[in-house]
């Protein structure tokens, strides 16, 4: 199977699908962005982060509008959108996020992106910009940024990289496997600026199908080699 069938079968990049278009760079565009990995690095239903994202997003697209609209309407939001489990926490951390933006950076991801050094240093400053910020939502955030970024090179997320090895991926780590996929698909014709969609699809196929053993029914499973 060409791993471009994957991407039409399983579906590609989350920002697109949120209405978020990054390939300009644009500020608001890419704090959307960050709003929404923030959410959905968290162990929570992507329904439910989607859905608090929309909320959320309606009032706030800006690190200044986040603050401005203060953390017990984020928490409320939360709770209406069933993001209820981690509401607290990700009040606090979505508060302090969007403060350091602004503190440290002007309120400007590119600035952020400009002043990194190289691509772990641009992983280091976006888990510094607030404490619940982990590696996942990282790899979420700069995935999409690939090919747009000139510094971001992330990982596999760890779902994607479950998938990766099932269909026969050879690396032996996260940061390997990209090398590989990113070889396998310039040689079907994709580039690293849509690799983004196989990186999206290889999530869904390890969150959807890999993780739960649903071999059976696996759109993958001609070329799985995980028995």
């Keep these: 199977m060409p791993l471009a069938e994957l991407v039409s079968s399983l579906g590609g990049r989350f920002s697109l699908y949120l209405g978020i278009k ?4 644009e500020e608001r565009e890419l704090f959307r962005w960050l709003l929404a ?13 989607f859905k608090a994202f929309k909320a959320i997003e309606r009032e706030a697209s800006s690190p200044q509008e986040v603050v401005r609209m203060g953390w017990d309407r984020i928490v409320e ?4 959108s069933g993001y209820t489990r981690y509401d607290f926490k990700t009040a606090d ?10 503190e440290r950076y002007d309120g400007s991801l590119n600035r952020l992106h400009d002043e990194a050094e190289d691509s772990i240093g641009l992983e280091f400053k976006i888990r510094g910009l607030a404490k619940g910020i982990g ?9 999409e940024l690939r090919g747009i970024w000139r510094k971001a ?19 032996g780590d ?22 983004v969609d196989l990186e999206s699809a290889l999530v869904r196929l390890g969150r959807d199908y890999c993780k739960r053993r649903r071999c059976k029914i696996c759109p993958a499973s001609g070329i799985c080699s995980s028995g």
Excluded: C, H, Q, Y
């Excluded at 939001?77 to 209406?80: K, Q, T």
């Excluded at 979505?94 to 933006?101: G, Y």
């Design 77 to 80: 939001l939360l709770d209406i």
């Design 135 to 143: 590696p996942e939502t990282v790899v979420i955030f700069l995935r």
């Design 153 to 171: 090179d992330p990982p596999l997320s760890s779902l994607a990289f479950l998938a990766a090895k099932n269909i026969g991926i050879k690396a």
């Design 174 to 195: 996260k940061r390997e496997a990209v090398r590989e996929l990113l070889s396998m698909w310039k040689m079907e014709g994709g580039d690293v600026k849509n690799f």
């Design 22 to 25: 990054l390939s300009e760079k």
């Design 37 to 49: 990995s923030s959410l959905l690095g968290a162990p929570i239903r992507e329904g439910t982060a």
């Design 93 to 102: 951390k979505l508060i302090e996020m969007s403060n350091n933006l602004i």
